[in-house]
Structure formats: C-alpha cells, structure tokens
Nanobody, 125 residues
Framework: VQLQAFGGGLVQAGGSLRLSCAVSGRISDINAMEWYRQAPGKQRELVATITRGGSTRYADSVKGRFTISRDSAKNTVSLVSLQINSLKPEDTAVYYC?????????????????WGQGTQVTVSS
C-alpha cells in the first residue's frame, strides 16, 4: 500500500483546511485509515480513524472540529480526507495519514501499518 498526503499549508487561527490522502495498492487489505499529527518536540498523536465499515473515531482534542471521510462515490478508502475547521495554533503539526491492515496468505497472517510522507499544517495566531 502506498499513501500520498497533500493539502497542508499556512492558515490563520479560525480558518479551515482539507487534507487528503491518496491510497493505492492492496486496498482490499486495509482495515482502517488514520490521521496522525506530530508537533515539534511532541510524540505522534492519533487524531482520527475511519474503518472499512465507515465508523469514525476522534481524539478528544479535535472532536467537533475535525471530520474524517473517504471517497463516498466509490465507498472505498482510495481517497481519505480530513476536514479541519476552527483551526487553533496548537493544531500546528506535521499531519500523516496511515493505513492499518491485515494480509492473509496460505503461509501466514500479517498485520501492518503503512505511512504517508506527512504534510505540514501551520496555524498563525
């Protein structure tokens, strides 16, 4: 699975951004798509998840402001987006998309997580 994240940028506090993650490869093996962020000097933080079935989960710090979605036209995870509203300076971070999946072969079952390259979001006060 290959992931390409895009859509970051510089925005003023209170503004909005839409991040997207293009997914290719063994999409059928993906169980969930995730968005993480990592601020300078801090650990990487899971902010949003959307499962194969369409269920969503959010970190408490972003509930009500972040919305994760997938390509509704195809009902697949080939394009996963993160709508970010009411941006705050503390949302400044590098945002990463990730795919969590399971691959089953006759020899073994393996769980994996693949990462995109990250996109910078900077919020000015």
């Amino acid at each position: 699975v290959q992931l390409q994240a895009f859509g970051g940028g510089l925005v003023q506090a209170g503004g909005s951004l839409r991040l997207s993650c293009a997914v290719s490869g063994r999409i059928s093996d993906i169980n969930a798509m995730e968005w993480y962020r990592q601020a300078p000097g801090k650990q990487r933080e899971l902010v949003a998840t959307i499962t194969r079935g369409g269920s969503t989960r959010y970190a408490d710090s972003v509930k009500g402001r972040f919305t994760i979605s997938r390509d509704s036209a195809k009902n697949t995870v080939s394009l996963v987006s993160l709508q970010i509203n009411s941006l705050k300076p503390e949302d400044t971070a590098v945002y990463y998309c990730a795919a969590e999946g399971t691959t089953v072969t006759p020899a073994e079952t393996s769980a994996w997580r693949e990462w995109g390259q990250g996109t910078q979001v900077t919020v000015s006060s």
